[in-house]
C-alpha cells in the first residue's frame, strides 16, 4: 500500500524541480536582459557584457521553451532590440539628413549599422524560436521594417550618403525582412494569422478616408522625421511619409510570393487595386518614377550591388507574384480580374504598369488561357466604343486601344486572327473598337498570312465600294459628308484604309 504514496512523492519532488528550473531561468532571463539593454545603451563601450548577455538570452528562452513562457514576458524581450535598432537608425538618420559637407564615407556607415544589424539578428533569433509570441505584436515588427525601408529611401534620395543606401542594402533590409519572413514561414503561425499580417498593409489609405469607397485620400499631411520615429505605432496609421517605405515592403512580399501559403497569395491579389491606387500619390509615383534603389546583379557569377530604377523592381516583383499566383486557381482567378478591371485605371502609370504585365502574360501564357483572357478584355473594350471616343486621340478608347495593340504585339498569330474574326463581325461597336485599333497600329504583319490577305482585301472593297456610293468619279472628286456606314462615322473605310497603310 505505500508504493502509491511513494510514486507520488517523486512525482511531486519532479514537479517542484521543473518549477523550480523554470523560476530560475526566468530569473536569469530577467537579469540577463537588464544588463542587456544597459550595455546597450552605453555606445559601444562594453560590446563583451553586451554579447554575453544576449547570447544568454537566446539559449535560456531556447531552453526554457515550454516552460518560461508563463514567468516572462517574450514579447516585450523581442521589442528590446527592436526598440534599440530603431532608436540607433533614428540617430544616425538625424545626423545624416541634415546638409553634409562631404560625402559620407563607407567606415563611418559600417559603424552605424552594424550594430543595428546585431540587434536586428537577435530579435530574428528569438522570433524563430517564439513565432506565436512574435505575431502578436506583428505591428511592430511590421513598424520596424518601414522605418529601415523609409531610411533606404531618403538616403537614395541624396547622392551624397551613397554608401549609406548601399549599406543599409546590403546589412539592414535583409534582417528586417527576415523578420517577417520568420513570421510568414512558421508552422506555429496560423495562415488566419498570416493573411492579417498582410491585411494590415496599405490600411492606413483606408484610415486617412472613413467612408473608403476605394479611392485615395490626398489630403494626408507628411510628418516629421521625429513623428515617423516614435515609438507609437499608432501614429503610423495617419502617416503618408511611410508610404513610399510601404510600397518596398509591399514588393517583398510579392517577390517571396513563390513559397507563400495560397491563402497568403490570394490576399495580396485582393490587396493589388489599393496597391496600384497608392501609386497615384504625387510622392509615391515620383519615388517609382524619379529614383533608382541598390539591388543586386545577377549577370555574374558573384552577385555584386548595382543601382536601378525603382519601377523595374516594381514590374520585376509583380511579374514575379504572376507566376506564382498562376500556380492557384483560386488566387489566378483574383488576379485574372485585377488584370481586366485595373487596365482601365485613369491613371497613366498604372496603366503602364498593367500593359506591361499583360504584354508578359501575352508572350509566356498558354495559348488557351492568354486567348480566352485577350477575348475577355476585348468584350470589355467594346463597352467604351462610341463613334465620338474613336476620332478623339486622347479619348479613353484610344487609349485602351493603344495598349491593347501593344499586348497584341506578344500575341501568337491564331490569338490575333482570332481577335481580327471577332472584331468583324457586323456590329456597330465591333466596327468603332476595330476602328480604334487600326489608328493605334494594330499588329497586321502578325496575322496569318490567309487572314491577312483577307483583311486587306476587305479594306480595299470597302473603301472602292464607300466612292462608288459617294459618286466620286461622276462628281469629279468631290465626295458628300453623310455617314455611310452602319458605324456612324463619317467616312469609316476611309479612316479604317488610312490607318491601315500606317501598319503595313
Not at 47 to 57: D, F, H, R
Not at 168 to 175: A, I, R
Not at 409 to 422: N, R
Amino acid at each position: 500500500m505505500s508504493m502509491p504514496k511513494e510514486e507520488t512523492t517523486e512525482e511531486h519532488k519532479e514537479t517542484d524541480l521543473t518549477s523550480n528550473i523554470a523560476q530560475i531561468t526566468a530569473c536569469t532571463i530577467q537579469s540577463l536582459c537588464k544588463i542587456g539593454t544597459h550595455a546597450a545603451s552605453s555606445g559601444g563601450s562594453q560590446v563583451i557584457l553586451l554579447n554575453i548577455s544576449w547570447k544568454g538570452i537566446i539559449s535560456l528562452l531556447q531552453l526554457g521553451k515550454g516552460m518560461v513562457e508563463e514567468k516572462v514576458n517574450v514579447r516585450e524581450i523581442i521589442l528590446i532590440p527592436i526598440s534599440v535598432a530603431i532608436e540607433s537608425l533614428r540617430v544616425a538618420t538625424e545626423r545624416w539628413c541634415v546638409p553634409l559637407q562631404e560625402v559620407l564615407g563607407t567606415a563611418e556607415a559600417r559603424r552605424a549599422f552594424l550594430p543595428i544589424k546585431y540587434f536586428l539578428t537577435n530579435a530574428v533569433r528569438i522570433c524563430s524560436i517564439y513565432p506565436s509570441e512574435a505575431m502578436a505584436i506583428y505591428k511592430s515588427i511590421i513598424r520596424c521594417a518601414l522605418l529601415i525601408s523609409h531610411s533606404s529611401i531618403l538616403f537614395c534620395r541624396n547622392p551624397r550618403l551613397k554608401a549609406a543606401s548601399e549599406l543599409l542594402f546590403e546589412l539592414l533590409e535583409p534582417s528586417s525582412f527576415l523578420l517577417l519572413d520568420t513570421l510568414m514561414k512558421s508552422t506555429e503561425v496560423s495562415p488566419e494569422s498570416k493573411c492579417q499580417l498582410v491585411q494590415y498593409f496599405l490600411e492606413k489609405v483606408r484610415t486617412g478616408n472613413p467612408e473608403y469607397t476605394g479611392e485615395v485620400d490626398h489630403t494626408m499631411n507628411f510628418a516629421t522625421l521625429g513623428c515617423i520615429f516614435s515609438v507609437d505605432s499608432d501614429v503610423d496609421n495617419i502617416n503618408r511619409a511611410l508610404l513610399p517605405a510601404e510600397f518596398t515592403v509591399f514588393l517583398h512580399f510579392l517577390n517571396a510570393s513563390p513559397w507563400l501559403r495560397e491563402e497568403v497569395v490570394i490576399e495580396l491579389c485582393k490587396k493589388l487595386h489599393l496597391f496600384l491606387n497608392i501609386l497615384t500619390l504625387e510622392d509615391v509615383y515620383s519615388y517609382v518614377l524619379g529614383c533608382q534603389i541598390p539591388a543586386l546583379s545577377s549577370d555574374d557569377d558573384s552577385p555584386k550591388v548595382v543601382w536601378q530604377p525603382v519601377y523595374t523592381s516594381l514590374i520585376q516583383a509583380l511579374k514575379t507574384f504572376m507566376i506564382a499566383a498562376s500556380s492557384s486557381s483560386a488566387a489566378w482567378s483574383e488576379f485574372e480580374v485585377f488584370l481586366l478591371e485595373n487596365l482601365f485605371h485613369p491613371h497613366f502609370l498604372c496603366l503602364e504598369i498593367l500593359t506591361e504585365l499583360w504584354c508578359f502574360f501575352m508572350h509566356y501564357a498558354e495559348a488557351e488561357t492568354s486567348t480566352y483572357l485577350i477575348n475577355q478584355l476585348f468584350l470589355l473594350l467594346k463597352t467604351l466604343a462610341s463613334p465620338e471616343e474613336v476620332l478623339a486621340p486622347l479619348s479613353a478608347l484610344r487609349k485602351l486601344a493603344r495598349a491593347s495593340c501593344n499586348i497584341l504585339s506578344y500575341a501568337s498569330s491564331a490569338t490575333i486572327d482570332q481577335i481580327y474574326t471577332m472584331l468583324n463581325d457586323s456590329s456597330s461597336k465591333s466596327s468603332i473598337l476595330y476602328l480604334a485599333l487600326l489608328m493605334e497600329g494594330f499588329p497586321f504583319d502578325s496575322l496569318s498570312r490567309g487572314v491577312k490577305e483577307h483583311a486587306v482585301k476587305t479594306l480595299f472593297t470597302s473603301f472602292a465600294g464607300y466612292l462608288q456610293n459617294q459618286n466620286y468619279f461622276k462628281n469629279h472628286g468631290e465626295i458628300n459628308l453623310p455617314t455611310s456606314s452602319s458605324s456612324g462615322i463619317i467616312g469609316f473605310p476611309v479612316h479604317a484604309l488610312a490607318s491601315a497603310f500606317q501598319s503595313w
